[in-house]
């Protein structure tokens, strides 16, 4: 059974700061590993998708690496902005049907 | 471009009462549709998923259930309302007919509280 896990739970940084989110599966048989942001009460909005066959996807200030090997996947967020604070979600898409297994998060807050 | 309409937004219902929660996508055809519940410090859990008018797969046993009565509509259902059924519902839908390496997109959730 698939687990995905985002380390760390939540993170505070001053704005502008790089960082980097961590996501890992314990199952690397994966279609597709997707990063989602979710602000407060709201849905998800899809960030990058990473194909089972891709090393790496890049979005503006956005840069999610995937590892299938050691069943690791990073999102990298450049310079990063007060507007950037939000929960990231990592999902590893499983099966035919393309079911997500989602990681817990990590809530982003960043300060101006 | 697609859309994916879910509402209401939030409802309160007494325990005991039904549910219908609806989901709607526009601008595709055949997507696999996905319903989520959302519940604090627990993350995101698949309830449901189909791929296929009437085609409904169950991932937990629970007192709720789904309909898929046309291709880009999707039901949320319950008879009775429990109180462990609060929690922030979601509803999901990625391309179907392609396996493997399409995006997921979500509504904009459904804050249900039973009381």
């Known amino acids: 059974k698939q687990e995905v896990t985002q380390i760390p739970a939540a993170l505070s940084v001053p704005e502008g700061e790089n960082l980097v989110l961590n996501c890992s599966f314990t199952?690397?048989?994966?279609?597709?590993l997707q990063w989602f942001r979710q602000d407060p009460g709201k849905g998800l909005t899809s960030l990058l998708l990473?194909?089972?066959?891709?090393r790496e996807q890049t979005s503006g200030r956005l840069n999610a690496s995937l590892d299938k090997s050691s069943g690791r996947s990073t999102l990298y967020i450049a310079a990063s902005q007060p507007g950037d604070s939000a929960t990231y979600l990592c999902a590893a898409a499983q099966g035919g049907s393309e079911k997500l297994v989602f990681g817990k998060g990590t809530k982003l807050t960043v300060n101006p | 471009s697609q859309t994916i309409h879910q509402w209401p937004a939030t409802l309160v219902q007494p325990v005991g009462s039904p549910l219908s929660l609806e989901c709607t996508v526009e601008?595709?055809?055949?997507?696999?549709l996905y319903w989520y519940r959302q519940a604090a410090g627990r993350g995101l859990q698949l309830l449901f998923y189909s791929v296929g008018i009437g085609q409904i797969s169950s991932e937990v046993p629970q007192n709720l259930s789904a309909s898929r009565p046309q291709d880009r509509q999707f039901i949320l259902s319950s008879k009775k309302l429990l109180l462990s059924d609060s929690g922030f519902y979601l509803c999901a839908w990625s391309g179907g007919g392609e396996v493997g390496n399409t995006e997921a997109f979500f509504g904009q959730g459904t804050r249900l509280t039973v009381v």
């Open positions: 199952d690397s048989a994966i279609y597709n």
């Open positions: 601008g595709t055809s055949n997507p696999n």
């Open positions: 990473i194909q089972s066959s891709q």
